[in-house]
């Protein structure tokens, strides 16, 4: 069974930085397409910011240039190194599969961005 724990949220102001940590059981981050997930309060859960085994990345235009995730297949950990976050980027963040594989969400790690 595959479990995926997040941490490294936390309250910070408009324009700081958060590292986001995930650390999962078994191999699965060597092999399989990862991505970081989030969710706001009354909104869908959305996919921010994605990393193939191959090492591309792609992200949301929302977030484009502010975030930057990383794979360490060997640790079986990824990162989410946010900057210049903004309020809207409050929400709970996920890491999952790409596609996200339904029973392996975690319990996530809140974010808020508020001064």
């Known amino acids: 069974q595959v479990q995926f724990v997040e941490s490294g949220g936390g309250l910070v102001q408009p324009g700081g930085s958060l590292r986001l940590s995930c650390a999962a059981s078994g191999s699965i981050v060597r092999f399989y397409a990862m991505g970081w997930y989030r969710q706001a309060p009354g909104k869908q859960r959305e996919l921010v910011a994605g990393a193939t085994s191959g090492g591309s990345t792609n992200y949301a235009d929302s977030v484009k240039g502010r975030f930057t995730i990383s794979r360490d297949g060997a640790k079986n950990t990824m990162s989410l190194q946010m900057d210049s976050l903004k309020p809207e980027d409050t929400a709970v963040y996920y890491c999952?599969?790409?596609?996200?594989?339904?029973?392996?969400w975690g319990q996530g790690t809140q974010v808020t961005v508020s001064s």
């Open positions: 999952n599969t790409v596609p996200a594989i339904e029973i392996y």
